[in-house]
């Protein structure tokens, strides 16, 4: 589905209208444009944003059913938090209580990695990603190796001194100069895309290139905290073994 920001919100208005569902207006702010809609009596609830950049429209659309859930009862999909040669930590998603178990009571316990960690001038990647913001600083490269080979990953984070919308929109014109086919149509092999929540403020870019390289550009835009950070996986590691 392709559409104006207009377009996405009338549609989506209509479909929630006929689901029974009414907007709701959240105290939080939201970045950009979207609602949010809920039944109470069946404990639905929806949630639209919409990100515009030139004539592109990025919209991420979430539904589910509220589920009250007993203490007691513990999730199929535990986080992980910690682990050692003894035991594992796990964290619940919605409790945050942590769990944990003797290691060697684990069923498919995974196998031992080997991990590599060291700093790397961030202009010794793609040019694709010398973003102005970047430019001079330096990233941690973590590679390992386990049951399906070597792979290798680059990650930045930084601090943001200027506004982050502007820098956000900044990282998409770069992009576009690069040739990077934001719609996906022209040149799906070398495209990105944008996906939103937390009412807008939580903005992940994907980033493809031919080659088989891919990124992930993070902005976290909090009241007291704003986390800006690029991750980069290349198909072949470009750096030294």
Request: with cysteine; net charge negative.
């Amino acid at each position: 589905m392709r559409g104006t920001v207009e377009e996405v919100l009338a549609f989506y208005s209509e479909c929630t209208e006929r689901g029974g569902l009414t907007k709701e207006n959240y105290r939080r702010k939201r970045d950009g444009a979207g609602f949010s809609a809920d039944n109470s009596k069946d404990h639905a609830f929806f949630g639209l944003d919409i990100y515009e950049h030139r004539n592109l429209v990025f919209w991420t659309a979430q539904f589910g059913i509220q589920v009250c859930e007993p203490k007691s009862h513990l999730s199929a999909h535990l986080t992980l938090v910690d682990r050692n040669k003894q035991r594992v930590t796990l964290r619940h998603p919605r409790t945050n209580e942590e769990y944990w178990a003797p290691a060697e009571l684990l069923r498919d316990f995974w196998p031992e990695v080997d991990l590599y960690e060291e700093h790397i001038p961030w202009a010794s990647l793609p040019d694709w990603l010398q973003f102005d913001i970047v430019k001079g600083r330096e990233g941690n490269t973590v590679r390992f190796h386990d049951e399906n080979g070597t792979k290798t990953s680059a990650t930045i984070v930084i601090p943001l001194e200027v506004d982050p919308d502007a820098c956000f929109t900044a990282c998409l014109d770069s992009l576009d100069k690069h040739g990077f086919d934001g719609s996906g149509l022209e040149h799906p092999e070398r495209s990105y895309y944008v996906s939103l929540a937390v009412n807008g403020r939580f903005r992940h870019l994907r980033m493809y290139s031919e080659t088989g390289d891919y990124a992930l550009l993070g902005l976290r835009n909090k009241p007291d905290e704003v986390t800006f950070f690029i991750q980069y996986y290349p198909a072949k590691s470009p750096f030294s073994e």
